[in-house]
């Protein structure tokens, strides 16, 4: 199985978490008004992922399997899985808003979290290939120095530094003060951060180690790689993920900035979290849409499982850069994770199965969680969102990173 998410992301201080259990518990009180956003169902004429094909050998096995997880605690779940043998299944189960009552579809709208970096890295190879960018060459040839100069060891990092994590540089989700104004504006419909602020939270901090002598996950890295694509091409990275990669894989139903509806567009989920007072679930919609909506880079996507599938089987197939950019991409560092077998390259994650080496990426947020991963060996796809939390402590970031994880690919595998 791919083992749990390896501990790269956002780590809640003691003193901020015990900030944030009456925070959370207060919005709980507040959650009739935090879904005041329109959550428009996505029915089948609408959708543009293909239909499951007739008679699928699994497809009873594997609803099945999602009807279980809905019942252990997962408000709503959405599954792909593509082999050579089987075929395409896709399938959902649960709510997509349980206020309203709306089913979770196939063609449900899901916030795929750091999914993006994958994406950002892909931009960033096209431009490597077209001789923009060079890999080992210091980002302070690309961006301003009021930037560089502002963050520990920006004028010595390179850009393959960057895009694998091996910079050094602070991750702004780490600050406690960001943590704190993040929790405190959890019921403010009007806090959205700019990127100058993310950035000012890593400004001034530390470095984590000297540039390429470790590994340390940084949400900072991919802010500043977003920058760097404006940098090098006059126009908003967004252009490039709409241009180059939408629009050439016939992508209808992802979303980043550019694309009408965003942030909230017709078929998007409601999203939740536990109660810390008991574990029920609170609506965070609202919250869940402004930090999406304010993340570049790191974070920001909108997307059905069949366009994040589309993606990442056409990157491990060549068709969105050449083999040696994706040769580049695939060249692993150590993560040093307490999860053993988990490497990563640039804007992905390698882990060795028992069935083959998967590479891809994962995401998590206050009110979502995302999986999406390719077996290049096999050619099996495995795309999987949920509506729930999984990047705070908890029951349902067990039972969407580990288990259903490891119980779907026993499945797809036999």
């Known amino acids: 199985m791919l083992p749990l998410q390896p501990l790269n992301r956002l780590k809640i201080s003691a003193r901020i978490w015990r900030f944030a259990l009456p925070v959370l518990a207060s919005l709980a009180l507040n959650a009739c008004r935090d879904h005041d956003r329109p959550v428009d169902p996505a029915p089948e004429d609408y959708c543009h992922a293909p239909a499951n094909q007739e008679g699928h050998p699994k497809a ?12 252990k605690g997962l408000p709503g779940v959405v599954l792909l899985v593509k082999t050579p043998r089987d075929g395409l299944w896709i399938g959902a189960a649960g709510k997509a808003n349980r206020e309203t009552g709306e089913a979770m579809t196939r063609c449900s709208l899901n916030y795929p ?41 920006a004028d010595r990092v390179t850009l393959r530094q ?27 419909p009007n806090r959205t951060y700019t990127t100058e602020e993310y950035l000012s939270y890593a400004a ?15 949400d900072t890295n991919y802010e500043l790689a977003a920058l760097i694509i404006d940098q090098v091409t006059g126009r908003n990275h967004a252009d490039m993920f709409t241009e180059r990669i939408f629009r050439p894989l016939g992508l209808r139903d992802i979303y980043y900035k550019n694309e009408p509806g965003y942030p909230t567009p017709r078929g998007l989920v409601a ?33 059905s499982a069949y366009d994040l599938a589309r993606f990442v089987e056409a990157l491990g197939k060549g068709q969105l850069v050449k ?27 390698k882990f060795d199965t028992p069935y083959g080496i998967a590479f891809g990426h994962d995401g998590d947020g206050l009110g979502a969680g995302a999986q999406m991963f390719y077996f290049p060996d096999s050619g ?26 490891a119980d779907v690919q026993r499945l797809a595998f036999q």
């Open 60 to 71: 009873a096995q594997y609803q099945a399997l999602l009807d279980s997880y809905v019942q």
């Open 113 to 153: 979290q750091s999914i993006a970096k994958s994406f950002t890295a892909t931009a960033m190879m096209m431009l490597v290939e077209e001789g923009k960018v060079r890999l080992d060459a210091r980002i302070s040839e690309y961006l301003p120095q009021r930037i560089i100069s502002a963050i520990t060891n």
């Open 162 to 188: 960057l895009l694998q994590h091996t910079s050094g540089i602070y991750n702004y989700l780490d600050d406690e003060g960001f943590q704190a104004d993040a929790l405190a504006n959890l019921n403010n």
């Open 204 to 218: 001034g901090k530390p470095a984590y180690f000297e540039p390429g002598t470790a590994y340390k996950y940084s």
């Open 271 to 303: 999203s939740y979290a536990n109660d810390p007072r008991d574990g029920s679930l609170i609506n965070v919609s609202n919250f869940q849409t402004r930090s999406v909506r304010s993340f570049i880079g790191d974070d920001g996507l909108i997307s």
């Open 323 to 349: 083999p040696e950019s994706l040769r580049q991409m695939t060249q692993w560092v150590n993560t040093y994770s307490t999860t053993p077998n988990v490497q990563y390259g640039l804007g992905l994650y």
């Open 380 to 405: 099996v796809t495995y795309v999987a969102f949920t509506n729930i939390g999984t990047f705070l402590p908890g029951p349902a970031a067990r039972l969407f990173q580990r288990e259903l994880q």
